[in-house]
């Protein structure tokens, strides 16, 4: 789960790194108040879960209160890369003398994390990776070492930062290790004119794994706009809705990514995406159906399951179960094959529904799933 930029503001703020003075808000009369409070000028910013909200026009520097409402105005319903703006954070303003960039990230591949540190910072990293890749240092960090002082001054050194920057990436460091993130950046991180190091954005990416001991950050709020979307995502569901009308379940991301295409290419659309992952619960399963077929545009789904560690006898009990629950509206086309195939197929044999058919082989499912759409 990813945090806004107030949330990794007040964690920078706990653990002793200086931030600007800051507000959160939704209301442009509230902007306005804050602005006030914080000596009159202002930098509006939209609270986004993406990057580049400088160039896209969500970070504003407001010369008073009144100007601080419009920003905030401006600002508030803006879409920034597919996010709604919904909040803004009003913020002092700094004198900046130089912008860095520093950050932590999990390298899963290596087993162990990555500081990349650059004292060009302020645009986006990746571009000055590209244009200037010796001007970023990716220091390699033993999580069990961790960044010590010794192990902060040769990051430092090596990104050409100066040695003031030396607590803040220790301080970094802890923010990582104790809140359970794999990713943590902070661009810029400035030398005010007054020579102190504020963090002037920042990023964290928690792990969602140890979502148990981050009770603190309540549920993630994903932005759904699609209802059948925000349904699926209230039962746990991989589920994104698309516009055409053959349904799909499947298990496991890649076998949906390939269904969608073999229905394509057999003449018909994909109505979703639906992945039920390993396991296929009869729960999961009857949730699943349930969500593909309150879609009005769906005229058929096709469930595609290649056994393994779970059984296809195990998803066809799932789906006999399922079916127990679930008034079937529509036909729906099964494909079984794997561990346990012919086991699987006898099950669904021995509970014949008038709606349910089998099929052998992926394309023909596809196929036969793609007529039922076109002649029901
Ligand atoms: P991003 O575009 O989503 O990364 O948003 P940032 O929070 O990084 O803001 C974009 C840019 O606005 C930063 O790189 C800074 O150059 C600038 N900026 C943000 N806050 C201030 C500030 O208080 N003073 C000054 N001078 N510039 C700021
Ligand atoms: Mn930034």
């Known amino acids: 789960m990813d945090l806004y930029e107030y949330q990794a503001r007040g964690l920078f703020e706990e653990y002793g790194i200086l931030v600007p ?3 959160v808000t939704d209301s442009p009369r509230r902007a ?21 909200r400088g160039r ?53 591949a290596a087993g162990r994390f990555l500081a990349i540190a650059s004292a060009a910072g302020g645009t986006e990293i990746e571009e000055v990776a590209e244009s200037r890749p010796d001007s970023v240092a990716r220091v390699p960090v033993d999580p069990a070492e961790g960044v010590t002082c010794a192990k902060a001054a040769e990051i430092a050194e090596a990104a050409g930062l100066p040695p003031q920057t030396v607590d803040v990436l220790v301080r ?34 928690l792990d969602d794994n140890a979502r148990f001991r981050q009770a603190r950050w309540g549920e993630e709020k994903t932005e759904h706009g699609d209802a059948l979307e925000a349904a699926a995502a209230v039962k746990g569901l991989h589920y994104v809705r698309l516009d055409g009308e053959v349904g799909i379940i499947g298990n496991g991301a890649g076998l949906v990514m390939s269904t969608l295409d073999v229905v394509a290419g057999c003449g018909a659309r994909p109505a979703n995406f639906l992945d039920i992952g390993g396991g296929a619960s009869a729960q999961v399963m009857a949730d699943g159906l349930s969500v593909i077929l309150s879609d009005p545009a769906v005229k058929s789904v096709f469930v595609n399951v290649f056994g393994g560690i779970t059984a296809c006898d195990a998803v066809a009990d799932g789906i006999v179960r399922a079916l127990e629950t679930v008034e079937l509206t529509k036909p ?9 195939a012919a086991r699987g197929r006898a099950v669904l044999d021995a509970h014949a529904h008038p709606l349910v058919q089998q099929a052998s082989t992926m394309d023909g499912a596809a196929r036969r799933a793609a007529q039922l759409a076109h002649t029901s």
Do not use: C
């Open 332 to 340: 729906l086309v099964v494909r079984l094959d794997g561990n346990n």
């Open 21 to 23: 003075r800051a507000e």
């Open 56 to 108: 896209a026009g969500g970070v504003r520097l407001a010369a008073d209160p009144a100007a601080a409402e419009h920003a905030a105005r401006q600002i508030l319903g803006m879409d920034i890369k597919g996010h709604t703006v919904r909040q803004v954070m009003l913020a002092q303003p700094v004198d900046v003398e130089a912008e860095f960039y520093v950050s932590y990230v999990l390298d899963r």
């Open 32 to 52: 306005r108040e804050i602005a006030r409070g914080l000596g009159g000028r202002a930098v509006v910013k939209a609270q986004v879960k993406t990057g580049g």
């Open 172 to 205: 970094l460091w802890q923010v990582l290790v104790r809140e359970d993130a794999v990713l943590v950046e902070v661009n810029p991180l400035v030398r005010t004119r007054q020579g102190q190091l504020v963090a002037l954005d920042g990023k964290v990416t």
